[in-house]
């Protein structure tokens, strides 16, 4: 079994900055791809960023140039630096991992239980 935890959320004015992180932990093999994904109120989930297991990045139009994503594999972790915020980028953001495991050798989505960022005009 694999469990993500995000952390990092939070209220924040537009203009700001928030950094929000992810650990996988659990029966682990590898780690694929892990991103991040938002939903605002009334919207559909939609990809935030992606990184792949060895660093190749891909962003929403929405994002590019002020969102950075970045993992940590040594400690099985991936992180949203999130800057010039708008308030359009309210919504829960969660993370979302493919793992390998004993169980899934080929590997499995895993998602964490979400994290609010909130930013005020």
């Known amino acids: 079994q694999v469990q993500l935890v995000e952390s990092g959320g939070g209220l924040v004015q537009a203009g700001g900055s928030l950094r929000l992180s992810c650990a996988a932990s659990?029966?682990?093999?590898?780690?694929?791809?892990m991103g991040w994904y938002r939903q605002a109120p009334g919207k559909q989930r939609e990809l935030v960023a992606a990184?792949?297991?060895?660093?190749?990045?891909n962003y929403a139009d929405s994002v590019t140039g002020r969102f950075t994503i970045s993992r940590d594999n040594t400690k099985n972790t991936v992180y949203l630096q999130m800057n010039s915020l708008k308030p359009e980028d309210t919504g829960v953001y969660y993370c979302?991992?493919?793992?390998?495991?004993?169980?899934?050798?080929?590997?499995?989505?895993?998602w964490g239980k979400g994290t609010l960022v909130t930013v005020s005009s």
């Open positions: 990184i792949t297991g060895r660093g190749g990045t």
């Open positions: 659990g029966s682990i093999i590898s780690i694929n791809t």
């Open positions: 979302n991992a493919v793992v390998r495991t004993t169980t899934h050798y080929y590997g499995m989505d895993y």
